[in-house]
């Protein structure tokens, strides 16, 4: 799907691109195709916010019954009823023992959270790293000014996906004594406050600033090197999306399974770690971790990490380039003169 000049409203698109370029020659490649990079630098920030939404729903919706199996399998103290040895096995057990449509409890929340979030940390990005790379490289691709605009993105993106984290985990777990997102909010609420739903924040950004300049990085670098005109090129979004979210994932499961303890709390764990009241802070979480389960506790559910952030970040990153391709695309022949 790469722009060519064979209308009037192409025209007047190549024309906007070849403006907008970074390098000040023309905005064509060695093969003659437009240079899909230089899209964004026309973008609205609606429409980097647009195609953040649509790629954080999709992303999370479709992998969510593996994002509630790897919930299960990072709890330090399960039920004996709920240990699985492999992502599939849970997925059968659960839906033939708790139900057909248990995997996706929780999901309503997840949607709710992940497309403005997902919004505000795509324009973020976008933004930070075009005007990173400004001071930091002038011109090209900046690995550091990468590494940075994924760091503050994800700032703004977990403080609104936090809340809707600790709501979804506490759904997924077994036994879970909330029946739906609605009823575990007033409970928190009630039983826990207000800062029951950031208590894991810290940990949070701890886990996913590394996580996400890990992403990013990994993913600018990879399409250098698969997709070095920067044309659209889905299989390049795919690919290099997905081997950046797996390297991130397995890199940041310690920091992943603290976080999933705190948002849990899990009482059995708590008990045994002799623990009374709730657990809070990252130091505490990672001796509780170590306490029970020592240095294999930290990777607990690693297999399921890795399976559900590949293709979600595949998922992610091509749904996110096909929305800003076309609606920029969409926008600049609209504005064209006919």
């Known amino acids: 799907?790469?722009?060519?000049?064979?209308s009037v409203g192409s025209q007047a698109v190549a024309r906007r691109m070849d403006g907008d370029s970074r390098d000040g020659g023309g905005g064509k490649d060695a093969t003659g195709s437009e240079d899909y990079e230089n899209l964004p630098t026309s973008a609205s920030v609606s429409t980097?916010?647009?195609?953040?939404?649509?790629?954080?729903i999709l992303e999370h919706s479709v992998m969510y019954p593996v994002d509630s199996v790897k919930t299960r399998m990072q709890s330090l103290s399960p039920d004996p009823r709920a240990q699985y040895t492999s992502i599939y096995g849970a997925l059968k057990r659960i839906m033939r023992t708790e139900g057909f449509w248990r995997p996706l409890r929780g999901l309503n929340v997840m949607i709710m959270g992940a497309g403005p979030a997902h919004a505000m940390y795509f324009a973020c990005y976008e933004n930070m790293k075009r005007t990173l790379n400004d001071v930091f490289h002038h011109q090209g691709n900046s690995h550091l000014a990468n590494g940075i605009a994924g760091s503050m993105a994800t700032l703004l993106h977990d403080a609104v996906m936090n809340p809707a984290e600790v709501v979804k985990q506490r759904l997924q777990m077994y036994n879970s004594q909330h029946r739906s997102a609605l009823s575990c909010i007033r409970t928190v609420w009630r039983t826990e406050g207000l800062g029951a739903f950031y208590r894991s924040y810290t940990t949070q950004l701890t886990m996913n600033i590394p996580f996400q300049s890990i992403h990013f990085i990994t993913y600018e670098f990879l399409q250098e090197q698969v997709n070095p005109h920067r044309t659209y090129n889905p299989q390049s979004h795919i690919i290099s999306g997905g081997l950046a979210g797996a390297l991130a994932a397995a890199a940041t499961t310690p920091l992943d399974v603290c976080k999933t303890l705190l948002n849990t709390q899990e009482n059995v764990a708590l008990s045994l770690a002799n623990i009374s009241g709730r657990l809070s802070g990252m130091a505490?979480?990672?001796?509780?971790?170590?306490?029970?389960?020592?240095?294999?506790?930290?990777?607990?559910?690693?297999?399921?990490?890795?399976?559900?952030?590949?293709?979600?970040t595949a998922i992610s990153w091509s749904v996110y380039e096909f929305f800003k391709y076309f609606l920029t695309k969409r926008q600049l022949e609209n504005r064209a003169p006919y």
Request: proline fraction near 2%.
């Open 48 to 56: 980097h916010m647009t195609a953040g939404a649509m790629a954080g």
């Open 284 to 312: 505490n979480a990672f001796r509780t971790v170590y306490q029970l389960n020592g240095l294999a506790g930290y990777f607990k559910g690693i297999q399921a990490r890795v399976i559900y952030q590949m293709p979600s």
């Open 1 to 6: 799907m790469e722009l060519r000049s064979g």
